[in-house]
């Protein structure tokens, strides 16, 4: 059986897409992790110092932990499949592309990431805007804030832009490896065959 050329295209970009998606994920879990388990481990050590009472605050000291999963969830998901789609779909990276053009196709993917978080983070700022809105049929109308809508838009579009600014070198990076990797298989498997 013969594998039509779309379905063996589709399946060698999809390879490398994995590898740099999910690279970038634990690359950026791994910082999300550390910089949780900072901020936990700095509070334990100094919370209690600045507190009134001379006591740890728990509230406090769970807030790292919800500030976890709104990150993971709502920006290096977001962001990491973003990347994943551009390098399978929009920007495949190949072997045979040079260093400067897997850098710019990766700049690319980077930037299609963030405008998937971009996304995922206006939505769910338009939700917390209608969730606060107010009674829906005990007032007739909802109390709907247009200055609201926009600020979620406007922080959505600062966390798009960050995300890009912060993570484009790890993609970039990632992009590199994952291209010299695949090009350093394919010289071993090229030298076995010939040698």
């Known amino acids: 059986m013969t594998q039509s050329l779309n379905e063996r295209m589709t399946r060698d970009r999809a390879r490398p897409a994995l590898r740099v998606g999910g690279g970038v994920a634990i690359v950026l879990v ?38 976890f999963g709104y990150s993971l969830f709502g920006q290096i998901l977001p962001f990491s499949i973003g990347v994943l789609i551009a390098v399978w779909l929009l920007v495949p990276l190949a072997t045979h592309d040079g260093l400067v053009r897997v850098a710019l ?21 338009g939700g917390s805007v209608l969730q606060s809105a107010g009674p829906w049929f005990g007032g007739s109308l909802p109390r709907f804030d247009g200055d609201s809508v926009l600020l979620a838009i406007t922080s959505a579009l600062q966390n798009g832009i960050m995300q890009f600014v912060v993570n484009t070198p790890v993609v970039v990076m990632v992009g590199i490896l994952v291209t ?7 010289r071993e498997a090229s030298s076995s065959v010939d040698g």
């Open 30 to 67: 791994a910082q999300l992790v550390v910089s949780t388990v900072v901020s936990v481990v700095s509070y334990l050590g100094y919370g209690a110092v600045g507190s009134p009472t001379g006591a740890w605050d728990l509230q406090t000291l769970v807030s790292p932990f919800l500030g």
């Open 105 to 125: 196709r990766s700049v690319a993917a980077s930037a299609v990431g963030a405008g998937l978080a971009f996304v995922v983070m206006a939505v769910y700022g």
């Open 180 to 186: 010299f990797l695949a090009t350093l298989g394919r």
